[in-house]
């Protein structure tokens, strides 16, 4: 998951949580939990969460 302002890529910040989901299939469910540890250079706003699948 990455933090972006606007959704684009191009403008978030660095990742900030990672899952490897191994064994995801089309159709199949699967979860990924934990905390997240923001760094000291977010400032605050509204950021938009951006979740990318390869």
Known sequence: ML???DG???T????????D???ATAGKTVSC???IALGA???AGKY???A???
Not at 12 to 19: D, G, K, L, Q, V
């Open 21 to 23: 989901m191994q064994g």
């Open 33 to 35: 939990s934990g905390n």
């Open 48 to 50: 938009i969460p951006l």
């Open 3 to 5: 933090l972006t302002t």
């Open 8 to 10: 684009t890529q191009s």
């Open 41 to 43: 250079d977010i400032t």
């Open 12 to 19: 978030a910040n660095s990742w900030y949580a990672y899952c």
């Open 52 to 54: 990318i699948a390869d």
